[in-house]
């Protein structure tokens, strides 16, 4: 019969279209793979890095925080994008009642999307000021290396229920192929730092 015809073909060519989607994701994934193992120079790495994520994920500013679990906050090591007041590289805030502590907490993804002011304001009162630039959907993925969360890459954009989950999950893949060239820079960090104590 005709229409199961029809039914045939959208569902072929839905079912091509997937598959090319993903073809291009994971060469994608592969080129951020490449760039983070191009060289050991973390900012180069986090540019080019931000260039290749767009191509997946459009955003209007990504960030790279880490975790210091010493004294318990959270540091901005790189940000591309809309300019939030005060949160500049190296701004640090507390980790309790902040996204990145969810993020720890359940070592998964946070797609935040909220509907108020005032929703943001409860749950996460250090999100205010991305939220009054402008940035009405947010991404948040821990960076995990050796079971435990070193830091948080969120992805956000001005444009209102921007993300799925099908975007967060990605950003899930993001994050793992980062993660480790973060964990190398902290460690980097580390070791120049004992260095100069001696």
Do not use: W
Request: glycine share 4%.
């Amino acid at each position: 019969d005709f229409t199961d015809q029809i039914r045939a073909e959208e569902a072929l060519h839905k079912s091509e279209e997937e598959s090319r989607k993903l073809a291009e994701e994971n060469a994608i994934m592969a080129e951020i793979g490449r760039i983070i193992s191009s060289t050991l120079d973390i900012d180069d790495v986090y540019e080019r890095f931000a260039e290749k994520v767009r191509n997946l994920i459009p955003f209007d500013r990504i960030t790279i925080r880490t975790l210091d679990p010493k004294d318990n906050t959270v540091t901005v090591a790189y940000i591309s994008g809309v300019d939030v007041k005060n949160h500049q590289i190296g701004y640090s805030t507390p980790l309790p009642r902040s996204v990145a502590e969810e993020c720890v907490r359940t070592q998964a993804g946070l797609l935040l999307q909220p509907e108020s002011f005032d929703e943001v304001k409860t749950r996460f009162p250090n999100l205010l000021p991305s939220f009054q630039a402008g940035l009405q959907s947010m991404m948040f993925v821990p960076l995990i290396s050796k079971d435990r969360v070193i830091g948080i890459l969120s992805i956000q954009a001005t444009k209102p229920k921007a993300y799925t989950q099908g975007d967060l999950k990605l950003a899930e893949r993001v994050g793992n192929q980062i993660a480790g060239a973060v964990a190398n820079a902290l460690l980097f960090v580390e070791l120049k730092r004992a260095e100069q104590a001696m």
